[in-house]
């Protein structure tokens, strides 16, 4: 058997489940994950070694039908993993598919379009099969998604549970070009642990903000300082909003939010770097900063 490597995008409407898939398949959180729209901002990647290949999955933000703020930057960056991609996996909500049959159309619509002229490999996760009973209700909606993709094949998954996730990285593997690995063994993103870090915090955010959530809060660290405590490092890390009024937001009644933040945060940093950390966050107004095209191209928004 020839080894196999290559890139595979992973694209579908937001909330789909494509980052859950991604962390289960390289077995650690890679990419942050929440129940709110528009989760996931850049393109991230998760590695999965195995004896036959080495697959780098792209996960992607979320298609959408906003236009405001940083909305635009968002599909930018999920289109341009099209060209990147050796495979390209797309990803639907086998629940809002079988309750709302004719989003199958409406989400599609772009992505049929974008493929029609990419020769690539398709493949087609209908995710959270679990949400879904009985199980023929699945039915209709597979047969729709072939309607719209002939070129791809169609595995129902649950990202939550693990259910045919093996089956549809088996067909993915099948379906990569010959190659040898790119990347060591034991790495599984290309992300940088600040990058990570700073993920981590905005994850904790969009847990803790309710319906509340402002659409313009980013996550910049700061400082890292390793000398002043050996062993405990010290992290700054900054939450900007674009609006004075989310201020409050963020920092909730007598800074309860923001509190609950910090230290589920810190948590999941101290797990990532494999010992204890020290996390300060601070809360700052950037008016309408997705409009501040070096602000955002910092943030590594829209690439
Ligand atoms: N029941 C169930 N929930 C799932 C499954 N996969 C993901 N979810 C949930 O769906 C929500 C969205 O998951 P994400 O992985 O953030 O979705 P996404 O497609 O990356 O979303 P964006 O980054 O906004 O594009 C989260 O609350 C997940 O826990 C699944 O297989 N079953
Ligand atoms: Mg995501």
């Known amino acids: 058997m020839p080894h196999r490597f290559g890139h595979v995008a992973l694209i579908g409407p937001t909330n789909a489940g494509k980052s859950t898939f991604v962390n289960r398949v390289v077995g650690q959180k890679v990419s942050i994950v929440s129940p709110k729209p528009q989760t996931t901002r850049n393109r991230i990647t998760g590695i999965l070694t195995t004896d036959e290949a080495q697959i780098v999955f792209l996960d992607t933000p979320g298609l959408h039908r906003q236009t405001r703020g940083i909305s635009p930057l968002l599909l930018r960056s999920a289109w341009n993993a099209l060209p990147m991609a050796d495979v390209v996996l797309l990803f639907f909500d086998a629940k809002a598919l079988v309750q709302k049959p004719h989003l199958i159309e409406t989400e599609t619509r772009t992505l049929v379009k974008a493929l029609s002229e990419n020769p690539v490999p398709i493949l087609a ?3 959270k099969v679990d949400q879904v009973r009985p199980k023929e209700l699945l039915l209709p909606v597979i047969q729709a998604l072939a309607a719209q993709f002939p070129q791809a094949e169609v595995f129902p998954v649950s990202a939550l549970t693990g259910q045919g996730v093996d089956e549809l990285v088996a067909a993915v593997t099948r379906r990569l070009p010959e190659g040898p690995a790119m990347y060591a063994e034991d790495e599984i993103t290309t992300a940088p642990m600040r990058f990570l870090v700073a993920e981590a915090v905005r ?26 405590s050996p062993g405990l490092p010290r992290i700054s890390a900054v939450i900007y909003v674009a609006k004075q009024n989310h201020k409050g937001i963020v ?6 939010v923001l509190k609950k933040v910090g230290s589920e945060a810190r948590a999941e940093i101290e797990e990532l770097l494999g010992g204890r950390a020290h996390l300060e966050l601070w809360v700052k107004v950037k008016p309408d900063w997705p409009g501040d095209k070096g602000f955002v191209r910092e943030m590594g928004l829209g690439e």
Not at 204 to 227: R, T
């Open 251 to 256: 920092i909730g009644k007598g800074g309860e």
């Open 203 to 228: 994850e904790k955010l969009f847990l803790a903000l309710g319906q509340e959530l402002p659409y313009g809060l980013a996550v910049e660290i700061e400082s890292w300082d390793e000398l002043t």
């Open 125 to 127: 996760a209908l995710n």
